[in-house]
């Protein structure tokens, strides 16, 4: 008896992370965007993927998965929604952001359980490639703090001017809106115009996200990928606080 159709995918040779990646036009429909198995999360190779519009996704005990969908959700940063009542947690609050302060600490806690989730695809193999990417200046989280204690946060990657959010998390309330608010603001003041935010969410919709078809999507950033970019670690500039009154209100 047949088990189902069975799904042949490119496999990636752990020797040569630079080679190219295959063309994302080629991946799968269903799964949406699932497009090689194999090679390994050096940071050749995620430089490399993010570059060419992919990006790795897998859970315990599977091969390292490499994904291309579409559409492809992003983030225009001069469109973030800045709410007024997120305006108003950002003003009565007291909460104080950084960049760069607690990457560590940011990706375990995005990696830790959830309440509507069984497990995490950020495992720990994950972390230990996107600390490493850290390290060499590739990653940035930003942090929101009540006090000394971190409240929420987010981390992602940097390749030219394009930002790959990567997760976030909240341990109070609007806490990851406001580490997005603030990276936002900072992103239009460095002229970086996109952040890919891969999947689509109500959540990341209600801040302004948006989908692009896959061929837009990598049009878009084949050149501002390669780019120049800010080398880290990076820090926050008061003077770009989402606060600024000529930043957006959307009601």
Excluded at 11 to 40: I, Y
Excluded at 50 to 73: M, N
Aim: aromatic letters at 10%; one cysteine or more; hydrophobic letters at 40%.
């Amino acid at each position: 008896m047949s088990s189902g159709p069975q799904i042949t995918l490119p496999w990636l040779d752990p020797e040569h992370p630079e080679a190219p990646f295959p063309d994302p036009a080629h991946a799968l429909v269903e799964p949406n965007g699932l497009l090689a198995a194999g090679g390994d999360l050096s940071v050749p190779r995620l430089l490399n993927a993010y570059r060419s519009g992919v990006f790795p996704w897998f859970e315990a005990g599977q091969p390292i998965l490499w994904w291309s969908p579409d559409p492809r959700a992003v983030l225009e940063p001069r469109h973030f929604r800045l709410r007024r009542s997120l305006r108003k947690t950002l003003r009565n609050r007291g909460y104080t952001v950084s960049f760069d302060r607690a990457f560590e600490a940011v990706i375990h806690a995005c990696a830790a359980p959830r309440d509507y989730a069984d497990g995490t695809w950020i495992t720990t193999s994950m972390q230990q490639a996107y600390i490493a990417l850290h390290r060499s200046g590739h990653a940035h989280s930003v942090e929101v703090w009540d006090g000394p204690r971190l409240i929420g946060g987010l981390y992602g990657v940097a390749v030219g001017r394009l930002f790959c959010g990567e997760s976030m998390f909240s341990r109070e309330r609007d806490a990851s809106k406001i580490a997005l608010a603030w990276l936002s603001r900072h992103l239009v003041a460095w002229a970086w115009p996109l952040v890919d935010v891969q999947m689509e969410t109500e959540h990341l919709r209600s801040l302004g996200s948006i989908t692009l078809p896959r061929r837009e999507f990598i049009t878009r950033i084949r050149d501002i990928a390669h780019a120049p970019a800010i080398p880290g670690p990076w820090h926050t500039d008061p003077a770009l606080s989402p606060l600024d009154p000529d930043w957006q209100t959307t009601p």
